[in-house]
């Protein structure tokens, strides 16, 4: 497993993220410590997720239209 600092991690999240999706694992070190790994995700992982967004598909088709009224005024109603 490669390591590196969170310094260079932040700039170069993208390429890190890339080499992750070809299934490298990169751990990532704040101070001389790993803390975090950033490595490719699993097929049930990803299924998971489109699961996820697929329900969120499915409730935003069955939302109705709230008439007019604007959800900064829904949120106000709920402070009172």
């Known amino acids: ?3 590196v600092g ?3 991690a ?3 999240l993208s390429e890190l993220v890339e080499r992750a999706s070809r299934g490298e694992r ?3 070190t704040r101070r001389g410590k790993l803390v975090a790994q950033v490595g490719p995700a699993t097929e049930d992982e990803a299924a998971e997720l489109k699961e996820i967004f697929a329900g969120f598909e499915r ?3 069955k939302a ?3 008439g007019g009224v604007t959800i ?3 949120i ?3 402070r009172r």
Request: hydrophobic letters at 35%; charged letters at 50%; glycine letters at 8%.
């Open 10 to 12: 932040k700039q170069k």
């Open 64 to 66: 109705k239209p709230l």
């Open 6 to 8: 969170l310094f260079e």
């Open 76 to 78: 106000e109603e709920g």
């Open 72 to 74: 900064k005024e829904l």
């Open 1 to 3: 497993m490669r390591k």
């Open 26 to 28: 990169i751990g990532i």
């Open 59 to 61: 409730i935003r088709k």
